[in-house]
């Protein structure tokens, strides 16, 4: 590969967002294709997820290494663009009406990013009602549910049940502290994952 691909590659599985940058710019720059500066980092994130998965690094380095990762795509997502490369899927993502907690689904997000897919963000404290808008305006492959708190499970449920009876074809997938797999069969969700890196798997696999 491409020595500053590889540069890029290191950066982002240490987390160092200068040099993200620095050699995203420099790839461009050199005239590197943007799909295989996109696969560069797409590679070091799934390094990422992996050693996360293993429990060789935890929360904080993951975030890190998001970071620098979304330095990169700054710069890059305007190319992509321009050179008419665009992601395959789409995903709808928030915290469920009553949860403010963001932390976990800000991480799925950046890592869905790296992985090439297009994401709508809804925020925090969505109501059933306005992730079902946003679906009907984005028609995306998925939409992602997350919940940190015990009391908004509930809320989880209606929205899937609301979402299912109006677009039997949209994928849903479910996370955050309090979930478990039990809990997303029992409410109709197509998957559950435990961890952002699992995430990005479980996201791909439904649109597979």
Do not use: W
Not at 16 to 23: F, H
Not at 51 to 78: G, T
Not at 117 to 138: C, P, Q, R, Y
Request: some cysteine; glycine content about 6%; aromatic content about 4%.
């Amino acid at each position: 590969m491409n020595e500053l691909l590889d540069q890029l590659m290191v950066a982002i599985k240490a987390g160092k967002r200068k040099d993200a940058r620095a050699a995203t710019a420099a790839a461009l720059e050199a005239g590197i294709d943007p799909q295989s500066v996109l696969d560069a980092l797409t590679e070091g994130m799934n390094d990422v997820g992996k050693r996360f998965r293993a429990n060789v690094i935890f929360v904080p380095e993951v975030l890190v290494a998001a970071r620098a990762m979304q330095k990169s795509m700054d710069l890059l997502e305007p190319v992509l663009v321009a050179s008419g490369i665009e992601p395959e899927f789409s995903i709808v993502i928030g915290t469920v009406e009553g949860d403010l907690h963001d932390i976990g689904k800000n991480l799925v997000m950046m890592m869905l990013k790296g992985a090439n897919f297009k994401v709508i963000d809804l925020g925090v404290n969505v109501s059933a009602e306005t992730f079902a808008n946003a679906v009907a305006e984005h028609n995306p492959n998925l939409v992602a549910l997350s919940a940190l708190l015990t009391t908004t499970m509930p809320a989880m449920e209606r929205i899937v049940s609301e979402l299912s009876s109006l677009n039997s074809s949209i994928k849903i997938m479910v996370g955050g502290a309090p979930i478990t797999q039990a809990f997303a069969d029992q409410i109709g969700a197509d998957g559950y994952s435990a961890d952002a890196a699992s995430a990005v798997e479980l996201a791909q696999k439904l649109c597979a």
